[in-house]
């Protein structure tokens, strides 16, 4: 069925649900949902579940003529940045973001196997940009503005702009990695982020397997331990009910 846009969820951060436990007349609907919605939008290349009214993490992505969704999808990999220029619906306004070109999502598809897809390029850029939305980030959380006097500066000036722009990245990120490590309720979990970073740049190499069902694409074992832990905790939660 296709959906109307809502911004009930949007600001928020999609959850990861359990797809094999949880309704299956839910994941049969939202695959469905989030497939039909994006057929109806010509000038789109993702849909979130969030954008749609779904509180779950889902997403469904346009590769050429073909679609495909991705279940509780986070990061393996994510390097090579690059500066791009993209239009936020939501402000409806332009903005400059750093993207990686070059990433490996791991993600359960629509009957919970596990997964993990390589991708590069544009079809990186896209993923990113629904990345970001499943956890409801935007464009105008972090971006630069495009302003109107922008494209008719000098290059030297719109170079001296990013640089500016790049510079107060690197200081708002300084600036939040001293925060969280002085609040002890943050900084144990602000320290795995960190260490989950340094193994996605390969600063950290972690003993690895090649599960049948990834093609060839080995996870690392940080993240067999993330989904057994999420399986875990998703299970005493329903004890409890």
């Known amino acids: 069925m296709i959906r109307e846009f809502t911004d009930e969820y949007l600001n928020e ?11 299956q007349k839910l994941s049969i609907k939202l695959v469905q949902d989030l497939t039909d919605t994006l057929k109806s939008c010509t000038d789109r290349l993702y849909l979130c579940a969030n954008e749609i009214g779904y509180k779950e993490r889902a997403m469904c992505v346009k590769f050429g003529d073909e679609y495909e969704i991705f279940m509780n999808p986070i990061y393996q990999v994510r390097e090579s940045y690059k500066l791009v220029r993209e239009y936020d619906p939501i402000t409806k306004k332009e903005f400059i973001i750093p993207r990686a070109t070059d990433v490996t999502i791991c993600f359960q598809d629509c009957i919970g196997n596990i997964k993990a897809n390589k991708l590069s390029e544009q079809a990186s850029i ?25 494209d008719s500066a000098t290059d030297e000036e719109r ?37 989950m970073s340094a193994v996605q740049r390969g600063d950290v190499t972690l003993e690895k397997y090649v599960p049948e069902e990834t093609n060839g694409i080995k996870l690392p074992r940080k993240i067999r331990r993330f989904l057994a832990k999420l399986e875990k905790r998703k299970n005493k939660k329903r004890g409890k009910k």
């Open 13 to 23: 951060r999609a959850m990861e649900w359990d797809v094999l436990q949880d309704d």
């Open 126 to 150: 896209v993923v990113c940009q629904a990345m970001d939305c499943l956890e409801g980030v935007h464009p105008s959380d972090y971006g630069l503005e495009i302003i109107p006097e922008f």
């Open 159 to 195: 170079q001296e702009l990013l640089n500016a722009y790049l510079k107060s990245m690197q200081k708002f990120r300084s600036d939040l990695d001293a925060d969280l490590m002085s609040d002890d309720d943050t900084k144990s979990d602000w320290k795995q982020f960190k260490f």
